[in-house]
C-alpha cells in the first residue's frame, strides 16, 4: 500500500485518499463500533476514540508520519522485518558485533 500521502498537504486530494484507504484497511481489521488508538499528529496512537472520529482527527491535524507500519491497527509487524521499525529509519543492524555499545557511540559522534 502506496503511504506516501502520509508526507501529502492536508486536505489534498491524495491525503484524502489516502485517509481513506487507511480506514478501510481498519475497518477489514476491527469492529464498526469497535474504538481504535488514534495515530493523528496530536493524540501519537495514545488515546483511543471511535472510528468516524479518528478519520476526522487524522483528516483535521494530520497523521504522524512516521507511523508507517500500522502495528497498533492491525498490520503484521513481521511485515518486512529487519529494515525499519515503524518507518523511523532504524535499522535493525547487529554488524557491530559484541561491542556495539561502542559502535553506537561512534556513530552518534559522527552524526
Not at 14 to 42: A, H, T
Not at 87 to 109: A, K, W
Request: proline share 2%; charged share 25%.
Amino acid at each position: 500500500m502506496n503511504r506516501s500521502w502520509l508526507n501529502g498537504t492536508l486536505f489534498s486530494p491524495e491525503y484524502i485518499n489516502g485517509v481513506k484507504e487507511f480506514m478501510s484497511f481498519i475497518q477489514r481489521k476491527f469492529g464498526e463500533d469497535e474504538d481504535i488508538l488514534c495515530p493523528c499528529s496530536r493524540c501519537l496512537n495514545q488515546k483511543s476514540f471511535h472510528q468516524a472520529f479518528v478519520e476526522k482527527h487524522i483528516l483535521m491535524n494530520g497523521m504522524e508520519s512516521t507511523y508507517t507500519r500500522w502495528i497498533h491497527h492491525g498490520e503484521n509487524f513481521e511485515e518486512d522485518a529487519g529494515h525499519s521499525i515503524h518507518g523511523t529509519g532504524v535499522i535493525d543492524d547487529d554488524s557491530y558485533g559484541d561491542d556495539c555499545f561502542d559502535g553506537m557511540l561512534q556513530d552518534l559522534c559522527t552524526a
